[in-house]
């Protein structure tokens, strides 16, 4: 009898075990696996230019410039912890001799991009399609501070896409990437019942875009 009591607990330990491999990794483990897993942050020793910014002014669309580019690690993102109020992200180079600077996300994203080598993501240099992407780029300015942009961006992007397959010409620009992290600083979702063109748009340029939250780069300091 305590043979067959024995067994009978040994089966339940077998079943339960096995109910657990089915559910898979508990979501602690999944944390931990993904901790575990996350890249290790770009080296910054070699950057040319540091990114001062506050937590409520993330400079997003910086970050997307840099990864698209290909040149992570030129840039330092430093939170300044002591701002007592949002203030816009403001980059300076590293160089002690170069006393300028450049403030705001969209205009360090210009700089970045006019001083690179890939002239697409402004137009090759044509005048129309530049002053197009400024006028995308003064939406995802505006969208950052004024509800109105904001709620009714969605129906602005879809309208716009409704014959586009990008914002700005006929290749990936800095509108699709500024106009992208709008969206997602919303919590868009693609619904095509409800937004079908601003959706096939978004699954496009979410494929294309590397995002990063600049947090996971910046290192603290403070000011």
Same mark, same amino acid.
């Given at each position: 009898?305590? /043979?067959?009591?024995?067994?009978?607990?040994?089966?339940?330990?077998?079943?339960?075990?096995?109910?657990?491999?089915? #559910?898979?990794?508990? #979501?602690?483990?999944?944390? #931990? !696996?993904?901790?575990?897993?996350?890249?290790?942050?770009?080296?910054?020793?070699?950057?040319?230019?540091?990114?001062?910014?506050?937590?409520?002014?993330?400079?997003?669309?910086?970050?997307?410039?840099? !990864?698209?580019?290909?040149?992570?690690?030129?840039?330092?993102?430093? /939170?300044?912890?002591?701002?007592?109020?949002?203030?816009?992200?403001?980059?300076?180079?590293?160089?002690?001799?170069?006393?300028?600077?450049?403030?705001?996300?969209?205009?360090?994203?210009?700089?970045?991009?006019?001083?690179?080598?890939?002239?697409?993501?402004?137009?090759?240099?044509?005048?129309?399609?530049?002053?197009?992407?400024?006028?995308?780029?003064?939406?995802?300015?505006?969208?950052?501070?004024?509800?109105?942009?904001?709620?009714?961006?969605?129906?602005?992007?879809?309208?716009?896409?409704?014959?586009?397959?990008?914002?700005?010409?006929?290749?990936?620009?800095?509108?699709?990437?500024? /106009? +992208?992290?709008?969206?997602? #600083?919303?919590?868009?979702?693609?619904?095509?019942?409800?937004?079908?063109?601003?959706?096939?748009?978004?699954?496009?340029?979410?494929?294309?875009?590397?995002? +990063?939250?600049?947090?996971?780069?910046?290192?603290?300091?403070?000011?």
């Amino acid at each position: 009898m305590h /043979i067959l009591h024995l067994h009978t607990i040994e089966q339940t330990m077998s079943d339960s075990a096995a109910v657990d491999a089915a #559910k898979g990794p508990s #979501k602690k483990e999944l944390n #931990k !696996l993904a901790r575990k897993n996350k890249p290790a942050a770009p080296s910054t020793d070699n950057a040319r230019f540091t990114v001062l910014f506050c937590k409520g002014a993330s400079p997003d669309l910086c970050r997307a410039v840099e !990864l698209h580019l290909c040149e992570t690690g030129s840039v330092k993102y430093v /939170i300044n912890k002591a701002a007592t109020e949002p203030h816009v992200p403001l980059m300076k180079s590293v160089a002690e001799s170069d006393s300028w600077s450049i403030s705001g996300d969209e205009n360090i994203a210009r700089y970045l991009v006019r001083s690179s080598a890939n002239a697409g993501l402004y137009g090759h240099g044509d005048a129309l399609l530049a002053s197009q992407i400024d006028q995308w780029m003064s939406v995802y300015d505006r969208s950052m501070c004024c509800a109105s942009v904001r709620d009714s961006l969605v129906t602005l992007v879809d309208t716009h896409m409704n014959d586009k397959t990008f914002f700005v010409g006929a290749e990936l620009t800095l509108a699709d990437m500024a /106009i +992208l992290i709008a969206l997602r #600083k919303i919590n868009f979702t693609a619904n095509f019942e409800t937004a079908p063109h601003a959706s096939r748009w978004f699954e496009m340029a979410t494929s294309s875009i590397c995002l +990063l939250y600049t947090s996971d780069a910046a290192d603290d300091m403070q000011c």
